[in-house]
Protein backbone atom coordinates (compact mmCIF):
# COMPACT_ATOMS: atom_id res chain seq x y z
CA UNK A 1 0.00 0.00 0.00
CA UNK A 2 1.01 3.41 -0.99
CA UNK A 3 0.15 7.03 0.09
CA UNK A 4 -0.30 9.65 -1.73
CA UNK A 5 -0.16 13.46 -0.79
CA UNK A 6 -2.67 15.46 -2.48
CA UNK A 7 -1.74 19.06 -3.12
CA UNK A 8 -3.79 21.18 -2.04
CA UNK A 9 -2.52 24.40 -3.37
CA UNK A 10 -4.71 25.59 -6.14
CA UNK A 11 -7.19 25.86 -3.67
CA UNK A 12 -5.32 27.93 -1.61
CA UNK A 13 -3.75 30.18 -4.39
CA UNK A 14 -6.97 30.93 -5.98
CA UNK A 15 -9.48 31.30 -3.12
CA UNK A 16 -11.67 33.70 -5.07
CA UNK A 17 -12.21 31.77 -7.85
CA UNK A 18 -13.12 28.39 -5.82
CA UNK A 19 -15.73 30.43 -3.64
CA UNK A 20 -17.61 31.85 -6.57
CA UNK A 21 -17.96 28.20 -8.27
CA UNK A 22 -19.14 27.04 -4.53
CA UNK A 23 -21.38 29.75 -4.40
CA UNK A 24 -22.89 29.04 -7.27
CA UNK A 25 -23.27 25.40 -7.05
CA UNK A 26 -24.10 25.64 -3.43
CA UNK A 27 -27.34 28.24 -4.65
CA UNK A 28 -28.19 26.36 -7.22
CA UNK A 29 -28.69 23.10 -4.92
CA UNK A 30 -30.04 25.07 -2.38
CA UNK A 31 -32.86 27.37 -3.93
CA UNK A 32 -35.24 26.79 -7.11
CA UNK A 33 -35.20 30.56 -8.29
CA UNK A 34 -38.14 29.57 -10.92
CA UNK A 35 -40.88 28.56 -7.72
CA UNK A 36 -41.62 30.96 -5.38
CA UNK A 37 -43.11 30.17 -2.70
CA UNK A 38 -43.93 33.52 -1.21
CA UNK A 39 -45.65 36.07 -2.97
CA UNK A 40 -43.76 39.62 -2.56
CA UNK A 41 -45.51 42.00 -0.89
CA UNK A 42 -45.74 45.73 -0.42
CA UNK A 43 -47.16 47.42 2.94
CA UNK A 44 -47.65 51.11 2.65
CA UNK A 45 -49.55 53.62 4.95
CA UNK A 46 -51.54 56.65 4.83
CA UNK A 47 -53.08 59.05 6.83
CA UNK A 48 -56.53 57.48 6.96
CA UNK A 49 -55.69 53.56 5.99
CA UNK A 50 -52.92 50.59 5.52
CA UNK A 51 -52.21 48.81 2.09
CA UNK A 52 -51.38 45.98 1.52
CA UNK A 53 -50.50 44.87 -2.36
CA UNK A 54 -50.07 41.42 -2.44
CA UNK A 55 -48.58 39.85 -6.29
CA UNK A 56 -49.91 36.95 -7.22
CA UNK A 57 -50.34 36.80 -10.73
CA UNK A 58 -52.75 34.32 -12.84
CA UNK A 59 -54.73 33.51 -10.03
CA UNK A 60 -58.38 34.99 -10.30
CA UNK A 61 -60.11 36.70 -7.34
CA UNK A 62 -62.28 33.40 -6.41
CA UNK A 63 -59.25 31.72 -5.51
CA UNK A 64 -58.61 34.00 -2.66
CA UNK A 65 -59.81 33.53 0.92
CA UNK A 66 -59.06 36.31 3.03
CA UNK A 67 -60.45 35.88 7.24
CA UNK A 68 -59.69 38.08 10.50
CA UNK A 69 -59.08 36.74 13.41
CA UNK A 70 -58.90 38.97 16.24
CA UNK A 71 -55.83 40.85 14.94
CA UNK A 72 -54.35 38.82 12.59
CA UNK A 73 -55.05 38.75 8.87
CA UNK A 74 -54.41 35.92 7.16
CA UNK A 75 -54.43 35.51 2.99
CA UNK A 76 -55.16 31.84 1.64
CA UNK A 77 -54.73 31.13 -2.29
CA UNK A 78 -55.45 28.05 -3.77
CA UNK A 79 -55.68 26.96 -7.73
CA UNK A 80 -55.98 23.79 -9.00
CA UNK A 81 -55.48 23.01 -12.93
CA UNK A 82 -56.15 20.24 -15.22
CA UNK A 83 -55.26 19.60 -18.58
CA UNK A 84 -55.39 16.41 -20.53
CA UNK A 85 -54.39 15.75 -24.34
CA UNK A 86 -55.77 12.32 -26.25
CA UNK A 87 -54.30 11.15 -28.97
CA UNK A 88 -54.41 8.22 -31.27
CA UNK A 89 -51.31 5.81 -29.15
CA UNK A 90 -50.82 7.60 -25.97
CA UNK A 91 -52.72 9.88 -23.58
CA UNK A 92 -51.21 13.20 -21.87
CA UNK A 93 -52.43 14.83 -18.75
CA UNK A 94 -51.02 17.62 -16.91
CA UNK A 95 -51.89 18.69 -13.33
CA UNK A 96 -50.77 22.41 -12.00
CA UNK A 97 -51.30 22.86 -8.54
CA UNK A 98 -50.40 26.61 -6.99
CA UNK A 99 -51.39 27.51 -3.43
CA UNK A 100 -49.76 29.68 -0.75
CA UNK A 101 -50.54 31.63 2.87
CA UNK A 102 -49.45 34.66 4.30
CA UNK A 103 -50.27 36.21 7.74
CA UNK A 104 -50.20 40.13 8.69
CA UNK A 105 -50.75 40.83 12.58
CA UNK A 106 -52.72 44.35 12.46
CA UNK A 107 -51.43 46.92 14.59
CA UNK A 108 -54.29 48.47 17.18
CA UNK A 109 -55.39 51.19 14.94
CA UNK A 110 -57.20 49.04 12.17
CA UNK A 111 -60.80 49.35 12.17
CA UNK A 112 -62.01 46.22 11.35
CA UNK A 113 -65.25 47.23 9.53
CA UNK A 114 -63.15 49.11 7.45
CA UNK A 115 -61.18 46.13 5.92
CA UNK A 116 -61.68 45.73 1.51
CA UNK A 117 -60.10 43.93 -0.73
CA UNK A 118 -59.32 43.96 -4.29
CA UNK A 119 -57.33 41.92 -6.92
CA UNK A 120 -56.50 43.70 -10.41
CA UNK A 121 -53.96 43.17 -12.58
CA UNK A 122 -51.95 40.28 -10.52
CA UNK A 123 -52.08 42.03 -7.42
CA UNK A 124 -54.43 41.60 -4.54
CA UNK A 125 -54.54 45.14 -2.67
CA UNK A 126 -55.95 44.90 0.61
CA UNK A 127 -57.29 48.02 2.51
CA UNK A 128 -56.99 48.56 6.10
CA UNK A 129 -59.11 51.54 7.65
CA UNK A 130 -57.64 53.26 10.12
CA UNK A 131 -60.14 54.33 13.53
CA UNK A 132 -60.46 57.92 13.83
CA UNK A 133 -58.27 58.78 16.84
CA UNK A 134 -59.89 59.53 20.40
CA UNK A 135 -60.10 63.36 20.65
CA UNK A 136 -58.43 64.83 23.68
CA UNK A 137 -61.50 66.73 25.20
CA UNK A 138 -60.30 69.10 28.12
CA UNK A 139 -62.81 69.21 31.00
CA UNK A 140 -61.92 71.02 34.21
CA UNK A 141 -64.07 68.69 37.42
CA UNK A 142 -65.30 70.80 40.06
CA UNK A 143 -64.89 69.19 43.35
CA UNK A 144 -68.26 69.29 45.85
Do not use: C
Not at 40 to 60: F, M, Q, R
Request: charged content about 30%.
Amino acid sequence: MSLVKFNNRTRNTAPYFNNVFDSLFSDALNKNYGISKMPAVNIAETAVSYKIELAAPGLNKEDFKIELKKDNLSVWAEKKSEQTEEQKDYTRKEFEYLSFARSFVLPEGVDTEKISAEYVNGVLNITLGKKEPAKDEHKEIVVS
